[in-house]
């Protein structure tokens, strides 16, 4: 058959996405690159907001426009959306032959049998083997390693724990051979994700083993390794100093902080207060480690001197990155159950104004890089501008900014090349390969 899928969602969601359908082609299966052409439709989705269980819906709406169009195409919808509305969507949408809930994905080659023999599938909960195979949608020169699932903090605003369950690290004897095997497959850049990687093995005896899956990923050819979401509070000495002094590791961090005030990261159930949060801030800043994150505008109760707090951290200049979200109401968890909620202009106002200051955070290091030179692996072509299309190390992909850069000898897509910033357009940077 066949198979056409599109991913939803984060990183994680990518991962799972790239598992299936390394099952599928070892059934003997081939993939396409649009729904037009595929026998079989797969939508992987995500339901952790509003606009992302949106996209979903629109994306099913679609793949079931084109069955309308070719009676004998197949639709399934995996992941996340079916996880959590199961017979909702059962109800909403008959045209789709299959739902497939998190733990579903290793009966992806029996579903697709049985669908194609006109059976209607609603999930099985039979809880995933690990499986290392893999079909990469990333360029062939960096790559995701999902080293755990679910989680256990409980923030009240979040319906992960109820969708994904519990914190489950994958094995570490596991995670080497996938990462062999992405290693064989050329990867340069190993970006480590999971609701939260700094807890990495504490299911097994009650402490992080992070630094150490660290070090024996760095004994592998990869250039560099990038860690992804780790939450503030489980940030220790170790890891801060792994970061630092492993020659592998990208000097950058993804913290989701969600919010600076003390009485809102309450409310929201945060385990890390504002003197933390600015101590460990001023820590790893001080230590040279670029700081991602990610913030919650208009959270239940936010007032209007919480959100200026917000606004003056942000302008000093103390996260390099970040994204900001207005707060998404969802159904079953405690922040849902709060009063105070804010009108839905209010949060998006405080988002847009937040996103401007972070930009001139930004414009203002870029000034600072000019003349400077930068280590940037070459990712593609933009072929608009005509310009080389890369990252440094302090950008990570599709959520970064980017460095655009000329040569004046022949480079090739997933190299590093030594280039000197001469110039911004817009947030990103302007160089030329030395």
Same mark, same amino acid.
């Given at each position: 058959m066949k198979i056409g899928a599109i991913s939803l969602g984060c990183d994680k969601n990518r991962v799972d996405t790239e598992k299936m359908l390394a099952r599928l082609v070892s059934g003997g299966h081939t993939l396409v690159g649009n729904e037009e052409d595929a026998d079989v439709i797969i939508v992987n989705t995500c339901a952790f907001t509003d606009d992302a269980k949106s996209e979903a819906i629109d994306e099913i709406l679609s793949a079931v426009g084109h069955k309308k169009h070719s009676k004998k195409k197949k639709i399934i919808v995996t992941g996340c959306l079916p996880q959590r509305?199961?017979?909702?969507?059962?109800?909403?949408?008959?045209?789709?032959?299959?739902?497939?809930?998190?733990?579903?994905?290793?009966?992806?080659?029996?579903?697709?049998?049985?669908?194609?023999?006109?059976?209607?599938?609603? $999930?099985g909960a039979c809880g995933d083997e690990f499986y290392s195979g893999r079909v990469l949608t990333t360029p062939y020169h960096y790559a995701y390693l999902k080293i755990a699932d679910g989680c256990n903090n409980h923030c009240t605003y979040c319906a992960i724990p109820s969708i994904r369950g519990k914190?489950?690290?994958?094995?570490?004897?596991?995670?080497? #051979?996938? &990462?062999?095997? #992405?290693?064989?497959?050329?990867?340069?850049?190993?970006?480590?994700?999971?609701?939260?990687?700094?807890?990495?093995?504490?299911?097994f005896d009650g402490k992080s083993?992070?630094?150490?899956?660290?070090?024996?990923?760095?004994?592998?050819?990869?250039?560099?390794?990038? #860690?992804?979401?780790?939450?503030?509070?489980?940030?220790?000495?170790?890891?801060?100093?792994?970061i630092v002094t492993n020659p592998k590791?990208?000097?950058? &961090?993804?913290?989701?902080?969600?919010?600076?005030?003390?009485?809102?990261?309450?409310?929201?159930?945060?385990?890390? @207060?504002?003197?933390?949060?600015?101590? #460990?801030?001023?820590?790893?800043?001080?230590? @040279?480690?670029?700081?991602?994150?990610?913030?919650?505008?208009?959270?239940?109760?936010?007032?209007?001197? &919480?959100?200026?707090?917000?606004?003056?951290?942000?302008?000093?200049?103390n996260i390099d990155y970040a994204g900001f979200f207005a707060y998404s109401r969802e159904e079953g968890t405690p922040a849902d159950r709060l009063s105070d909620h804010l009108d839905d202009e209010i949060k998006v106002e405080r988002a847009e104004r937040l996103r401007a200051i972070q930009t001139e955070v930004i414009n203002n290091r870029n000034q600072q890089l000019i003349g400077k030179t930068v280590k940037v692996i070459y990712d593609e072509i933009d072929y608009d501008k005509q310009l080389f299309l890369g990252r440094a190390g302090f950008q990570t992909p599709d959520i970064d900014n980017v460095v655009y850069f000329t040569a004046d000898k022949e480079v090739h897509i997933g190299e590093?090349?030594?280039?000197?910033?001469?110039? +911004?357009? $817009?947030?990103?940077? +302007?160089?030329k390969v030395l």
């Open positions: 509305y199961m017979e909702t969507l059962e109800k909403e949408f008959p045209e789709v032959d299959a739902f497939l809930g998190i733990a579903d994905y290793d009966n992806i080659l029996d579903t697709v049998e049985k669908i194609t023999r006109g059976d209607k599938i609603f $999930g914190y489950r690290s994958e094995k570490m004897e596991d995670l080497l #051979l996938e &990462a062999k095997g #992405l290693e064989k497959e050329g990867v340069k850049e190993l970006i480590l994700v999971a609701q939260d990687v700094t807890r990495y093995g504490i299911d083993h992070l630094v150490e899956l660290v070090d024996a990923l760095s004994q592998m050819d990869f250039d560099l390794i990038r #860690l992804l979401y780790l939450e503030p509070e489980a940030i220790d000495d170790s890891i801060i100093d792994m590791v990208a000097k950058y &961090a993804d913290v989701p902080l969600q919010h600076i005030d003390g009485d809102t990261l309450k409310r929201m159930g945060r385990r890390a @207060g504002e003197d933390y949060t600015r101590a #460990l801030i001023n820590k790893m800043r001080e230590k @040279g480690i670029t700081l991602r994150s990610s913030f919650i505008c208009g959270f239940p109760g936010e007032s209007e001197d &919480a959100h200026e707090k917000l606004v003056e951290f942000i302008r000093e200049g590093f090349y030594d280039v000197e910033i001469t110039g +911004v357009d $817009g947030i990103d940077l +302007v160089g």
